[in-house]
C-alpha cells in the first residue's frame, strides 16, 4: 500500500509561482513513477506532468510546458512540481499518483495505481 500526502497549494495571483510537494510512504519510492494531475471545476481529471523512476525522463501537457517544472528526490520520497507564470486557467485541485508501469512515462490517469488527497491550486486575475 502506498500512501501519497500532497501539500503546497495555495492562492496566488497571476503571474506568480508555487511549488507543490508529494510525499510517499509505505513504499520503496525509487520504483514508482509519478504522476501530477489536476481536477478544474465542472472539468475531467487531467494529466500534467510525469516523471521516470530515476527522475531522468520527463513529460509535460503543452498547456504547462516551458511553466511548471517536476523533479523528484528519492532519498526524501518526494516529488515536486515546480508552478511559474501561473495563468486563472491553471486553477484546479492538484493530485500526485503512483505507478509501476514498464513505460518510464504514464500519461493516462487509469495508468496509475495510487492518488493522493490532493491540494487546491486557486490564480486570481
Known amino acids: 500500500q502506498v500512501q501519497l500526502v500532497e501539500s503546497g497549494g495555495g492562492l496566488v495571483q497571476a503571474g506568480g509561482s508555487l511549488r507543490l510537494s508529494c510525499v510517499a510512504s509505505g513504499t520503496t519510492f525509487r520504483t514508482y513513477g509519478m504522476g501530477w494531475f489536476r481536477q478544474a471545476p465542472g472539468k475531467e481529471r487531467e494529466f500534467v506532468a510525469a516523471i521516470s523512476r530515476s527522475g531522468g525522463t520527463s513529460h509535460y501537457a503543452d498547456s504547462v510546458k516551458g511553466r511548471f517544472t517536476v523533479s523528484r528526490e528519492n532519498a526524501k520520497n518526494t516529488v515536486y512540481l515546480q508552478l511559474n507564470s501561473l495563468k486563472p486557467e491553471d486553477t484546479g485541485v492538484y493530485y500526485c499518483?503512483?505507478?509501476?508501469?514498464?513505460?518510464?512515462?504514464?500519461?493516462?490517469?487509469?495508468?496509475?495505481?495510487?492518488w493522493g488527497q490532493g491540494t487546491q491550486v486557486t490564480v486570481s486575475s
Open positions: 499518483a503512483a505507478e509501476q508501469k514498464i513505460s518510464p512515462i504514464v500519461v493516462h490517469s487509469a495508468g496509475y495505481d495510487y
